[in-house]
């Protein structure tokens, strides 16, 4: 006859030996590490180390990742500097070279060491079909315990946004943690989203059509909340980009005395320099739009808006011939490049072909020529974080149609009359609408709202981000 207390027991006696095992494991891991520690030649320098397994993508996170550095190497002499990276394919003078190439950044190459870490693959969206937000946090665990058994830091500091590793370096590690949040893991939005049955990237057709997968969704995404706010917390001083990733943290986190809203740092200076190469009498109107090849830049909505515009301008196929949209942007792998591929094709499927340019990893001197010879800036990203590139093309004097949420809407991009320094736009009609109204408009009042964006951006910086990002992260290094 089974004996259910028996069963009970067994169960309790192997739960307590795995439990005390673990417990063994981690407090001989963490001994380990401290030991590590005390073996330094020189105790007196500070080891600072950033983790950003994605160093050399040559996006906005990696601007924030190379000027965080050069500030710290500025202002801290006796510190020595260390990058996490996954880039296990790239020599660090090939590293530094394109941060150059792709920022106009000079750094102190003898001042940097790299740290190349070979489970990147544990934290790639890639890996997890399903669950892609638990596996992608699981993963960085992995990725974090290869990171401190290959270097113990005095600092930590994350710019890419896994929360998760926080808890291994603050106990295992001993670390002061610092984090420099782009935007939060989830967020009540994607709630949302998920609540009102809605298809996006992030929530696939067969979910938001089926009830019960919605049910379970939901439930999944308030206990991953739950976790992601504890491990937010180990942080000692957070970092954020803008006001919609400040409210979303705040609330996620609670962590409001220790949050300091940092603008990302923006090439404004040089950018507000450039001369337009266009004018009135130009053949060509160029519609631009700048940025990653991710699924989240919602490059479709572009060609639709574009679509809809040739719908919008049926009466002036002279106008319609004159437009050009360029999209310019970076493609981290071959996941991206298939993006683009399937973006090539949706043009022609929109008879959109002639129209239609796209430009990959261009250098950062083609990138300017772009800028100088563009009229109109094109972003459709809803609930960007922030939005450098939005920045970027109102400092280089196009007039922006960015979405109507997040960073763009909250920080950046002021519509009211007399202010107004960009249009706002939500769908596809609502974008082409905003275009055609800037087609249509005198040249005294475009050239009013290019004064008034150029004029806005200087809060957006890199000195100005410098100044921030060493206020909060004086605490840590102090």
Same mark, same amino acid.
């Given at each position: 006859?089974?004996?259910?207390? #028996? ?6 006696? $192997? &739960?307590?030996? +795995?439990?005390?095992?673990? /417990?063994?494991?981690?407090? *001989? !891991? ?95 969206? #890639? ?6 937000? $638990? &596996?992608?946090? +699981?993963?960085?665990?992995? /990725?974090?315990?290869?990171? *401190? !058994? ?111 809203r940092v603008y990302p740092p923006c090439e404004v200076s040089q950018l507000k320099r450039l001369e337009s ?202």
């Amino acid at each position: 006859m089974f004996c259910w207390c #028996s069963f009970v027991y067994v169960l309790f006696f $192997l &739960g307590s030996f +795995l439990a005390i095992g673990l /417990l063994t494991v981690c407090l *001989l !891991l963490r001994q380990l590490i401290k030991f590590q520690r005390r073996k330094r030649t020189d105790p007196s320098v500070k080891h600072v180390a950033f983790f950003h397994p994605y160093c050399n993508a040559g996006g906005g996170g990696e601007r924030v990742l190379w000027c965080a550095i050069r500030a710290l190497l500025t202002r801290y002499e006796n510190i020595k500097l260390f990058v996490y990276t996954g880039d296990t394919d790239a020599k660090p003078a090939d590293i530094l070279a394109k941060a150059e190439r792709s920022f106009n950044l000079k750094l102190a190459a003898d001042r940097i060491t790299f740290v190349y870490l070979s489970k990147r693959c544990w934290v790639e969206a #890639s890996k997890y079909p399903h669950f892609t937000l $638990l &596996g992608q946090s +699981l993963g960085s665990i992995v /990725l974090a315990f290869e990171a *401190l !058994l290959k270097l113990q830091p005095d600092v930590f500091i994350d710019t890419m946004g896994y929360a998760f590793t926080y808890p291994v370096f603050s106990y295992f590690g001993g670390c002061k943690i610092g984090c420099y949040t782009h935007y939060p893991t989830i967020s009540t939005d994607m709630l949302r989203r998920v609540q009102s049955q809605t298809q996006s990237f992030n929530n696939r057709g067969y979910v938001a059509k089926n009830p019960f997968a919605t049910w379970l969704k939901i439930v999944y995404y308030r206990l991953f909340s739950r976790i992601y706010g504890w491990v937010g917390r180990c942080a000692d001083t957070v970092m954020v980009n803008s006001s919609w990733t400040e409210n979303h943290i705040i609330s996620l986190w609670d962590v409001p005395y220790k949050t300091h809203r940092v603008y990302p740092p923006c090439e404004v200076s040089q950018l507000k320099r450039l001369e337009s190469l266009t004018d009135e009498r130009d053949e060509q109107i160029i519609i631009l739009s700048v940025g990653q090849y991710r699924p989240e830049k919602d490059h479709p909505l572009q060609l639709q808006a574009m679509y809809e515009l040739r719908t919008l301008l049926n009466n002036d196929e002279a106008l319609w011939n004159r437009l050009k949209l360029l999209i310019v942007g970076s493609c981290r792998d071959e996941e991206d490049r298939v993006r683009v591929k399937n973006m090539q094709d949706l043009a022609k499927h929109l008879s959109l072909e002639n129209a239609v340019e796209f430009r990959v990893n261009v250098p950062y001197r083609e990138l300017l020529e772009c800028y100088q010879r563009a009229t109109i800036g094109l972003h459709c990203m809803w609930n960007e974080h922030f939005g450098i590139s939005v920045v970027d093309c109102m400092a280089a004097g196009l007039i922006m149609v960015a979405n109507r949420s997040g960073g763009p809407l909250m920080d950046i991009v002021e519509t009211s009359e007399g202010s107004q320094n960009g249009y706002l736009a939500f769908d596809a009609y609502d974008y082409a609408r905003c275009i055609a109204n800037i087609l249509y408009n005198t040249p005294e009042y475009n050239a009013r709202i290019r004064e008034a964006a150029r004029a806005s951006v200087e809060r957006f910086s890199e000195k100005e981000f410098e100044n921030g990002f060493l206020r909060a992260i004086s605490p840590i290094m102090d």
